[in-house]
């Protein structure tokens, strides 16, 4: 092996891993998740599901606030890594869908 091919080895494998660096920079950025449609395809649905998560809104990297859906109820979460606190609960809106 010339030293021509190892430098050329070096650099598609500094590029690849170039590519990953900015894809996990990206992710974690934007706080990227998979839509909920692709994820339900990996669970049985059998049965309708009694709870949802509604949004979330990061606050900070370590702590967020979660609005969930359960039987009809929306319950607002502080999730921090001191525990957790429920803010707000109250019945969900007609329709079952958040105004946005």
Known sequence: MDILS??????????????????????????????QKWLSGFAASDKP???????????DPRR????????????MLLIAPEGLL?????NAPKGGKVNA
Request: avoid cysteine.
């Open 6 to 35: 190892l430098l050329r080895m070096f650099g598609a494998l500094g590029v690849v891993l170039g590519l990953l660096a900015g894809a996990l920079w990206v992710v974690r950025r934007y706080e990227l998740r998979l839509p």
């Open 49 to 59: 599901r009694r709870l949802e998560l509604v949004e979330r809104l990061a606050l």
């Open 64 to 75: 967020s606030v979660a609005l969930i859906r359960k039987d009809g109820r929306e319950h």
């Open 86 to 90: 429920i803010l707000e609960a109250a």
